[in-house]
């Protein structure tokens, strides 16, 4: 039978402690039939001829709900294999919507409700990766422009007011008055509305506007009376404190460490996250702390917090982030049971999920069967045993290995290049060659207001200085560093001693160290954007 034709059958879980989206309650059984829940009690709701479950020594929760991703090709049926049965799309184009729309009433992939395209300024975030797409232009263009993402299916409105003060460059952004006529419009039109904001200041400009949920805990400091304003404003916040998950402080994407998410992650998209984690990073990370510390502030202040991802963005996979989120929950300083209530019951609440989100009967069968205790160890989430959307058991091997996965990853591909040919061309490394014969000695970079001297094939000489000065960096090292010893890490963590025969911008000619390792006699080339070269300086 095809997947999108099988029904649910009348299934009665049995022995499981019980996790109502809010708190542990005294029940152990739950029935579900017709894609509901039937019943909520003891062992004694088991009729003949059931499908019985015997979750002894387990928790059944509520269907997990990502408050914040974006969409890829498949990315609701590999959502699915992690628990979340719902996630709430932040951005996406039209043509991704209508599939993911008709993908979410598949019974082996996760439901959906999206913004569509978000509103922002002519060439202001995000359009790197989506343009093009419609642009706002300012307040007259808000009735109109509401209109259209209706058509399209939006379930809420996503506004963006970025400037690019949180972030790498500077960008165009939408004014408040012009967010402030969207979110009437959107108002009117019976829409939630969330505002991407990335600083403290943003945040705090965006509360007169009438937005109703705010994107991203702000990655500078909230001050005492900002957090006090945010909190009277009855706002909530989506934390998205995962996205820190790509910017490890080693080689290492936290993702990989997470042995219970891994087993269900796959070759692929481990090999993925693997090469993420050797991309080009700036030599000063973010201080993701800040943002952390926001979320507890905001917390201790009665904020309603929604846990969201914001997959897929580096280091983060559909699905098995959000359980990456809810330890970040956890370590910000909500205890279990809130951080499992802030992807459940908290995101029903504030999206208008009525059916969802809660066992209670009536309610749609949406549910996680996690051994162990989740809401005292939050790590034991991971642990799926079993997941059922509207009463139907998930097979959560099915995603690995199938046409849907190819798919996504070929989409998440695409993306990339495109963002990271945006980025070149916005912040491009300025070639410094040599006076007498124009030989290419190596490049300078931006890296935020300073510059950092690479080589030929964009390994890092020095630490970022003033232009002139790592210009000379490369002149002085640019070749002559060819001949110290260097390290490769073709996988993450294993490093190994090799020797620079030749190098050009997109290939490096090296022969290893140790004479016991084969290799060709004149070396071997391998690709320096898909491995990590580190000069060992003698």
């Not at 991971?382 to 139907?392: F, H, Y």
């Amino acid at each position: 039978m095809s997947t999108s034709t099988v029904t649910a059958v009348t299934t009665t879980i049995t022995g499981a402690r019980v996790f109502d989206g809010e708190r542990l309650t005294e029940h152990t059984a739950v029935r579900v039939a017709d894609g509901r829940i039937a019943a909520v009690g003891d062992d004694t709701l088991l009729r003949p001829g059931d499908e019985h479950v015997d979750a002894r020594g387990a928790t059944l929760l509520p269907g997990l709900i990502d408050a914040h991703v974006h969409l890829l090709p498949g990315a609701l049926r590999q959502a699915l294999t992690f628990g979340v049965t719902t996630v709430l799309d932040m951005f996406s184009k039209p043509g991704t919507v209508r599939d993911a729309l008709a993908e979410a009433a598949r019974p082996d992939a996760a439901d959906v409700r999206s913004s569509s395209v978000g509103a922002t300024a002519p060439g202001g975030h995000p359009s790197m990766m989506y343009a093009p797409f419609p642009y706002v232009t300012g307040p007259r263009d808000a009735e109109r422009f509401v209109a259209d993402r209706v058509a399209e299916g939006a379930a809420h409105l996503k506004v963006l007011y970025d400037d690019g003060t949180g972030g790498p460059m500077p960008m165009p952004s939408l004014d408040v008055p012009t967010i402030a006529a969207l979110a009437e419009a959107a108002h009117r039109a019976g829409l939630l509305v969330v505002a991407h904001v990335s600083t403290a200041r943003g945040a705090v400009d965006l509360l007169p506007a009438g937005v109703d949920v705010l994107a991203h805990a702000p990655f500078d400091a909230l001050a005492g009376p900002q957090v006090d304003a945010v909190a009277a404003a009855g706002v909530a916040v989506v934390t998205t404190l995962s996205v820190a998950d790509g910017f490890p402080d080693g080689a290492v994407l936290p993702l990989l460490t997470e042995p219970d998410l891994l087993t269900r992650l796959g070759p692929a998209w481990r090999a993925v996250v693997e090469r993420q984690g050797r991309r080009w990073l700036p030599p000063h990370l973010p201080d993701f702390a800040v943002a952390k510390d926001n979320v507890r502030l905001l917390h201790e202040a009665g904020v309603t917090l929604l846990a969201g991802t914001d997959a897929p963005n580096p280091g983060t996979v559909h699905g098995a982030s959000l359980h990456r989120e809810l330890g970040h929950l956890v370590a910000a300083g909500l205890s279990p049971a809130a951080a499992l209530t802030a992807a459940t019951a908290g995101p029903a609440e504030v999206f208008g999920l009525p059916d969802r989100g809660r066992i209670r009967p009536g309610l749609r069968a949406d549910l996680v069967l996690a051994a162990g205790r989740p809401d005292e160890d939050i790590a034991q989430a991971q642990r799926l045993v079993a997941v059922w959307k509207q009463g139907v058991r998930a097979d959560l091997d099915a995603y690995v290995g199938s046409a849907a996965e190819q798919d996504g990853l070929a989409a998440l591909r695409a993306q990339t290049e495109k963002v990271v040919a945006a980025v070149r061309s916005l912040l491009p490394a300025v070639e410094v060659r040599r006076a007498e014969d124009d030989e290419l000695l190596g490049h300078v970079r931006r890296s935020g207001p300073l510059w950092e001297p690479v080589t030929v094939f964009h390994a890092a000489l020095a630490e970022p200085a003033e232009r002139e000065e790592a210009e000379d960096v490369v002149r002085r090292d640019g070749l002559a560093c060819l001949a110290d010893p260097w390290w490769v890490e073709e996988e993450p963590g294993r490093w190994t001693e090799a020797r620079i025969q030749e190098a050009h911008p997109d290939r490096v000619r090296v022969r290893w160290a140790d004479p016991l390792v084969a290799q060709p006699a004149h070396g071997q080339w391998i690709d320096p954007r898909a491995v990590r070269l580190r000069r060992h300086r003698p």
